[in-house]
């Protein structure tokens, strides 16, 4: 499973894409040694168990469990592997791309009803 998820984090670098792991082995120290080793380069939290509390919330029954969640936050599939997984981050990648973009600026204050704007009448 890693080299698909390694090959995908090459294919969508610098776009809106991203993985998150989360581990479920008890010896930590174990864990980091195998990510170095499998050379696992996306953010991964530890639950610490598979009865941990982000295996709980989620309800994850069994390992892994992947979800394939759009820009919004909304669970768009749910233990989707290879091509079948590649085809809905295409279709979600494509999606943010394409939305128009959003400002974060601060919206400006109203003009009062009487004032000339600076740009002339």
């Not at 390694?6 to 969508?12: A, E, N, P, Q």
């Not at 953010?43 to 295996?55: K, L, N, Q, V």
């Not at 820009?71 to 768009?76: A, F, M």
Request: avoid cysteine; charged fraction near 30%; hydrophobic fraction near 35%.
């Amino acid at each position: 499973m890693y080299p698909h998820e390694r090959s995908l984090v090459t294919k969508f670098a610098d776009r809106p894409f991203a993985i998150i792991g989360v581990n479920s082995d008890q010896d930590r120290a174990k864990l980091k040694a195998r990510m170095k080793e499998e050379n696992i380069t996306w953010r991964s939290f530890y639950a610490g168990s598979t009865r941990g509390p982000i295996p709980t919330r989620w309800n994850v029954s069994g390992w892994p469990t992947i979800y394939v969640i759009d820009h919004k936050g909304v669970i768009r599939a749910k233990n989707v592997r290879g091509k079948q997984m590649e085809a809905w981050i295409d279709k979600l990648v494509a999606e943010v791309e394409a939305a128009p973009a959003v400002s974060h600026a601060k919206p400006r204050k109203a003009e009062k009803k009487n004032k000339i704007p600076e740009h002339g009448l």
